[in-house]
């Protein structure tokens, strides 16, 4: 079984400060990782994935995320937070890339950007 | 891009009457399209998985006869919540996978979303 931990249900940062999203896995196999951003009352908008390959992981407005297999853990970062990014960021786990495969996910963090 | 179209965005509906929620791959074919139901301020949960073709994969605890689930063609899939009721409001989402070896593959794509609201 797979499964994702978010710390910290609700992060408040002030415009321009760096964006911090914590986000630990488990997984029995090789875990592939993704961060996807919801902005209300909308699905859900792939920022970034990792699969195989390089840890550090360039996403979608700024965003990156690090792979570190001996932490279990996939943070999100984004340096300079803009107020457009408040939303609410979902980590998620699945055990292969196929088609028919399913994603985990963690219990979402709120981003709060404040001026 | 890939685009997943969800259709109706909200929709309000009486107790006891049953609404249908459709999926649609617009640019691309779904063999499998994935029901998700979020609670508000809470994550995604897995509802069922639809096949083109052939019967949904509903995950434990979720009554298929309450929610029916239709994956008639490669580009639709339908949700309909029978006999609705007030625990049944939710906002529902649904996904869509790209086939393997498309350009820009990403493992889901979503919908928006719909709201019901069950009275």
């Known amino acids: 079984a797979q499964s994702v931990t978010q710390l910290g249900s609700h992060v408040s940062v002030s415009e321009g400060a760096l964006v911090l999203l914590r986000c630990n896995y488990s997984s029995s196999v090789p875990p592939y990782l993704f961060w996807y951003v919801q902005y209300p009352n909308q699905g859900l908008q792939l920022l970034l994935k990792y699969t195989t390959g390089a840890t550090l992981v360039k996403g979608i407005n700024g965003f990156e995320a690090e792979f570190k297999k001996s932490e279990t853990s996939f943070h999100l970062t984004k340096p300079s937070a803009h107020m457009s990014d408040a939303a609410e960021y979902f980590c998620?786990?699945?055990?292969?890339?196929?088609?028919?495969?399913?994603?985990?996910f963690g219990t979402g963090t709120r981003l709060q950007v404040t001026l | 891009g890939a685009v997943v179209s969800q259709h109706p965005s909200r929709v309000i509906c009486k107790s006891g009457t049953s609404v249908k929620i459709e999926c649609r791959s617009l640019d691309f074919q779904a063999t499998t399209m994935f029901w998700y139901r979020q609670f508000p301020k809470q994550s995604l949960m897995l509802m069922a998985t639809?096949?083109?073709?052939?019967?949904?994969?509903?995950e434990q605890g979720v009554e298929k006869d309450k929610f029916l689930i239709n994956h008639a063609s490669l580009t639709l899939s339908t949700l309909t919540v029978t006999s609705a009721h007030p625990e049944d409001s939710s906002f529902y989402i649904c996904?869509?996978?790209?086939?393997?070896?498309?350009?820009?593959?990403?493992?889901?794509?979503f919908g928006n979303g719909t709201r019901l609201t069950v009275t």
């Open positions: 998620a786990v699945s055990d292969h890339p196929g088609t028919a495969s399913k994603l985990t």
């Open positions: 996904s869509a996978r790209d086939p393997p070896g498309r350009i820009g593959y990403s493992p889901l794509h």
């Open positions: 639809s096949n083109e073709g052939s019967k949904a994969t509903y």
